[in-house]
């Protein structure tokens, strides 16, 4: 029986896939390197740090841990300082209302995003009430596609990995769902989420209505 969601946060709840581009992009520009939106895409779910091995092997260069460490913070500052413009207006579009209706007929929630930035993201949309637990890039050591993150929310919301359904728009994060014995519905193309068990193009046909009749042998 499904009694709890476990939410990626970049490009689920909120699309800051944008500018997350945006920032790498500036650092890619400063440093000389060929960036485009195929590659960002490739950074969905993954670690900053790991996103920096990604840009590299891209560019078929490679950096000392600290030059890479370096890149990585000037990266985040920019980052960062573009978050402050997003506001409680900034949810991709059917993320709320789900969220809210999951409230309403009271379902666990955890958030399981790998970023670091996630508590300034959640304040930003003013989003901390929809979810009992809170899992982000300090919370555990292994990145998706390793299943880590997602096993933690289950821990603290106390459920099993089969007794929650993960949302995602990363094929690492379907991966790490999958790893991790979660039920998973991917957002975004069949191309990035196909191998999720439910896949919408966006999270505005994500509605709780539509997730219960895909899954109906697992809700009471
Ligand atoms: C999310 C995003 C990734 C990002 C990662 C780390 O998973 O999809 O693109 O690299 O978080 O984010 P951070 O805010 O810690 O740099
Ligand atoms: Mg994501």
């Given at each position: 029986m499904i009694k709890g969601f476990i939410f990626d946060l970049d490009g689920v709840i909120t699309d800051t896939a944008a500018s997350h581009y945006t920032a790498w992009k500036k650092m890619s520009d400063e440093m000389g390197w060929d960036f485009d939106h195929k590659v960002n895409d490739k950074l969905r779910g993954i670690s900053r740090m790991d996103s920096i091995q990604v840009i590299l092997d891209h560019n078929t260069t490679s950096l000392s841990e600290e030059a890479k460490a370096e890149l990585a913070a000037k990266k985040n500052d920019l980052y960062v300082a573009s978050l402050e413009n997003m506001t409680s207006e900034d949810y991709l579009p059917g993320a709320k209302e789900l969220l809210i209706h999951l409230r309403t007929e009271g379902f666990s929630?955890?958030?399981?995003?790998?970023?670091?930035?996630?508590?300034?993201?959640?304040?930003?949309?003013?989003?901390n009430a929809f979810f009992d637990v809170i899992g982000d890039g300090n919370s555990v050591s292994k990145s998706k596609p390793e299943p880590d993150i997602f096993?933690?929310?289950?821990?603290?919301?106390?459920?099993?990995?089969?007794?929650?359904?993960?949302?995602?728009?990363?094929?690492?994060?379907i991966d790490a769902a999958k790893a991790g014995g979660f039920y998973s519905v991917g957002i975004g193309p069949k191309e990035r989420v196909g191998h999720a068990d439910l896949r919408f193009d966006s999270m505005a046909e994500a509605t709780l209505f539509e997730v219960k009749a895909h899954f109906k042998n697992l809700f009471s």
């Open positions: 929630v955890a958030l399981g995003s790998a970023s670091k930035n996630a508590i300034k993201v959640l304040k930003q949309l003013n989003a096993l933690y929310g289950a821990e603290k919301l106390n459920l099993q990995p089969a007794e929650c359904i993960v949302f995602e728009d990363a094929e690492s994060g």
